[in-house]
């Protein structure tokens, strides 16, 4: 039997000593370093140290001890080239056929709070340069980097004495697939530039879904490798798996409620649109004005909620079909309750909203930019009317719910619930209409109107006049600004302009 060599270096051990065993009783010899080599030596197999392979010590703290010519020739050389195969001959230079490596653990320590130094500790130099020689030479070497695919190297060395060309080609592509994330994640952390010259992304893959936004779709989910955040590390405490669709609603559900900080909030989110928003003073008050802004929508929705979820909460929620419950924490009991409705799915959210960008993929491009988090601090009162501060409450919360409504977008509310929204229109005025009279059939109190871009035309002005809003608040900018202005002194309506408009496309 042909000797092989095979050499190994992991931090993830997980089923190492069997597949070495295999190895090794398939007629390879095993080089290996520092931990990896204590723990073959200790369940007894016959491991190589990779300075006896090298003849030089490790040193520098470990950060030398693979970036050797005897390790990367043996990886390199082409054994179809005649010149290859003298030279490694001549610097007595053994092939290497297989290697086994997992990086250092970067992706789990860069989100972590700790020093710079302690971080760059954690980029892994010798083991991206073993993997990607290995990988290059995909002709002759086999390259593992991850646990999972020990079975199906082994299946094929058992069978057939080696591997597939095949597999050893797919395996190489996972290992530029690797370390092309794990490069990425080093870059944006040393960079700190939101607009690099190269756009690079580092995601890690969770899982595969059933399918996309429509059956015929193919999707997987992936989370940063580079950053945290609510949709990344969030606990399924019940219910069935997610779909594409349900993890769309949830970062917008949740994104609605974050948005009120301390206050107590609740969104329903139904096809990637608000359809009910509340404030209030406990949990379950807080739910019911959000089912009231929209009881017929909310069905086969997402409800997220920026508090804990109690028991009375909890049985609330179980009267209507829904498809998530979203909150921070969960009483028990409120648990037990939502758990009898087996297909729900019950999702513990553990961090805080943190990207800072949005990403939108056109045919062969990708637009970036920075996310709309930010609110205009300079509120103009431009009519005679000035807004009461009950009204001026009434509209900064519409405002902040306008926000992630689909453009043109308009909310109509009481200062406690958005009772109208209309969004996704082609013109203001169809938005306007569909707001105020979804808001006017649920309301008869006093309602104010937040639009997320300015009026083009007086005739929104005058149809809320006709409606009844009291107060209204935009960004302004239009060529017409003064129109729409007049018209609100006409109708004694108080307007606010922002100066920022919030256009979600």
Request: charged share 25%; with cysteine.
């Amino acid at each position: 039997m042909k000797k092989r060599r095979a050499l190994i270096s992991v931090s993830d051990k997980s089923g190492l000593i069997d597949f070495a065993r295999f190895l090794e009783s398939n007629g390879y010899e095993l080089i290996s370093t520092g931990g990896t080599f204590k723990h073959l030596k200790e369940a007894g197999l016959s491991p190589v140290p990779i300075d006896e392979v090298t003849c030089f010590p490790e040193m520098l703290d470990g950060r030398v001890k693979t970036l050797h010519p005897k390790i990367h020739g043996g990886l390199l050389a082409v054994r179809s080239n005649e010149e290859h195969m003298k030279t490694v001959q001549a610097h007595s230079i053994a092939l290497i056929d297989l290697v086994v490596v997992n990086l250092y653990p970067f992706f789990e320590n860069v989100n972590k709070s700790i020093a710079l130094e302690e971080k760059v500790e954690f980029i892994d130099i010798g083991g991206p340069s073993m993997l990607r020689s290995a990988a290059k030479n995909f002709d002759a070497v086999t390259v593992i980097t991850e646990v999972s695919d020990y079975a199906v190297v082994q299946a094929e060395i058992a069978a057939q004495g080696d591997t597939a060309f095949e597999t050893r080609k797919r395996l190489a592509g996972k290992v530029f697939n690797l370390t092309s994330a794990y490069d990425a994640a080093i870059a944006r952390m040393l960079l700190e530039d939101d607009y690099p010259p190269y756009l690079n992304a580092s995601y890690r893959k969770v899982s595969d879904l059933r399918y996309g936004e429509n059956p015929h779709q193919s999707a997987a989910y992936y989370v940063d490798t580079a950053q945290n955040g609510a949709m990344k590390d969030f606990e399924i405490l019940g219910g069935k798996e997610l779909s594409f669709n349900n993890l769309r609603d949830m970062d917008l559900c949740w994104k609605v409620v974050s948005e009120f900080g301390a206050e107590m909030a609740c969104c329903a989110v139904k096809h990637s649109t608000p359809c009910g928003v509340a404030v209030g003073t406990t949990a379950l008050e807080t739910y019911r004005k959000t089912f009231e802004c929209d009881p017929v929508s909310i069905f086969g929705g997402i409800v997220a909620m920026n508090y804990r979820v109690d028991a009375a909460t909890a049985t609330e929620l179980n009267q209507t079909f829904l498809e998530i419950v979203m909150a921070p924490d969960f009483e028990a009991e409120a648990l037990e309750i939502l758990r009898k409705k087996k297909n729900l799915r019950i999702i513990k959210i553990n961090h805080p909203v943190s990207d800072a960008q949005t990403w939108v993929k056109i045919d062969g491009g990708m637009l970036v930019q920075s996310n709309d988090s930010a609110f205009s601090d300079d509120l103009k009162t431009v009519t005679r009317v000035e807004p009461t501060e009950a009204q001026k409450k009434a509209l900064v919360f519409a405002q902040r719910v306008v926000k992630y409504v689909k453009s043109n977008a308009i909310v109509v509310s009481n200062g406690a619930q958005a009772l109208g929204i209309g969004g996704g229109q082609v013109n203001r005025i169809w938005a306007t209409q569909q707001a105020v009279e979804r808001a006017k059939a649920k309301f008869s109190g006093d309602l104010v109107l937040a639009s997320d871009a300015f009026f083009p035309f007086r005739d929104v002005v005058d149809f809320c006049a006709d409606q009844g809003i009291r107060a209204i608040i935009q960004p302004g900018g239009s060529v017409r600004d003064e129109e729409s202005v007049q018209a609100a002194d006409e109708h004694g309506i108080a307007m606010i302009f922002t100066g920022m408009r919030h256009f979600l496309h």
